[in-house]
């Protein structure tokens, strides 16, 4: 059983295959800059990559491309090998809960969702569509990022402001990073030795997206993203929680347009907009060069804890934090800094572990601390791929 999981960005699309007997990867791929004049393309089998530099026009012919390709190098020989398509959908709205087999009425209930997620349904109908056009008969499933979060409470999920918009404009915290904070509590799980029903951590996934969640029991009870992915943590680009009167002031003040607004959050803030700099990376190398880049860290960092904080707090119980994503898999520093003083909460990082850069999963924390530190490697594409498996299974 084959299952090929796609991952349509604005202007790229990430590709895995698996075989699902044990999970392993068969193959990947990435096509960056899709209807640019010149997209990148690159795919690893085996010990063989490919990477070519190439025009592509549309999402279309970018799976066109892929198709080709996995024929081309005996990764298929019939399209009747795989089993299915596996797409993320970043945001789902009020009407999925879990992984769903494609059809015509959840596309157009996908278009429904699109100004709650302008920059990320758009590219995620196209790959579905694009399937379609490519090959009619493969059995399609959309994962969403937003499904995970369903469980919230109301209280957690419900904005304070006029009942009706809630009721009748579904205006809430969504939540997103689902996937991912799926797999990891599942691989956490078994990092612990302990029973999914009984485990309470909160996983912080921190890359040029962040968010955190607070799982109870295996269920999601509160997450940093709200109704868009704009909300919470500090991010690469975009500036996490503000005071909602700065874009009235913006706005009336600085004669500021919505749209100006609009690219100035999600685009132009964050770490870009605290010191110039997106990449982590980039940013601890220049710490030393000039204040800037130390408080674009020092305000990262310490919005982290806030969080952390308050999710302790609702938990009543943290058996584990769980550091992923790209800087949270890759960044010691970044690790040491998030539990430096957290000590007084039960959090003790051993920084000798902290220093392993090993890709397995690790236990971070010292035998004495109260809450342990976990490193778990995400993948989104495996999980995809499982969602896509267990939802094709219940219908058989």
């Known amino acids: 059983m084959k299952i090929l999981v796609l991952n349509s960005g604005s202007s790229s699309l990430k590709f895995k295959l698996f075989k699902m007997l044990d999970e392993s990867v068969i193959c990947s791929g990435l096509i960056e800059n899709i209807g640019a004049r010149e997209s990148l393309f690159s795919l690893s089998h085996q010990e063989h990559r490919i990477n070519k530099k190439i025009a592509i026009q549309d999402h279309y012919e970018a799976l066109c491309i892929v198709f080709d390709l996995l024929f081309e190098e005996g990764v298929l020989v019939d399209i009747a090998e795989l089993y299915a398509v596996g797409h993320r959908v970043v945001h789902g709205g009020d009407k999925f809960y879990k992984a769903t087999v494609v059809d015509e009425s959840l596309i157009e209930e996908l278009k429904s969702c699109i100004p709650l997620a302008p920059l990320h349904n758009p590219s995620n109908i196209l790959g ?52 991912s904070h799926s797999y990891v509590f599942k691989q956490s799980c078994k990092l612990l030795d ?55 002031y913006l706005h009336k003040t600085k004669g500021y347009s919505l749209e100006e607004i609009d ?10 907009g605290l010191c110039g700099e997106n990449d982590m990376r980039m940013i601890l190398q220049k710490a ?30 943290t058996d ?61 594409e495996k999980e995809i791929a499982i969602q896509t498996k267990e939802v094709l299974k219940d219908l058989e």
């Open 128 to 179: 579905i569509e694009a399937v379609a056009s490519k090959a009619k008969e493969l059995t399609q499933v959309a994962v969403f990022d937003t499904a995970f979060h369903h469980t919230m409470p109301n209280h957690a999920a419900q904005y304070a402001i006029q009942a009706s918009l809630y009721k009748e404009d579904k205006i809430k915290r969504y939540g997103f990073h689902g996937t």
């Open 320 to 380: 584990a934090i769980v550091f992923t994503g790209g800087i949270g898999e890759n960044s010691e520093q970044i690790r040491e800094l998030i539990c430096e003083g957290l000590e007084g909460l039960g959090l003790y990082l051993d920084k000798d572990k902290n220093l392993n850069t090993s890709k397995k999963d690790l236990i971070l924390s010292q035998t004495n601390s109260l809450v342990k530190l976990l490193l778990i490697h995400t993948d989104e």
């Open 263 to 272: 690219l100035l959050l999600n685009k132009q803030s964050g770490l870009l």
């Open 194 to 248: 302990s029973k999914t029903e009984a485990t309470n951590i909160i996983s912080l996934h921190l890359g040029n997206g962040a968010s955190v969640c607070a799982i109870k029991n295996g269920k999601s009870i509160d997450t940093s993203m709200g109704m868009t992915p704009l909300e919470g943590l500090v991010m690469g680009t975009r500036s996490g929680d503000i005071d909602p009167s700065i874009i009235f």
């Open 288 to 317: 030393k060069e000039g204040n800037a880049y130390q408080l674009a860290i020092d305000i990262f960092v310490y919005r982290i804890k806030k969080y952390i904080g308050a999710y302790m707090a609702i938990l009543e119980r």
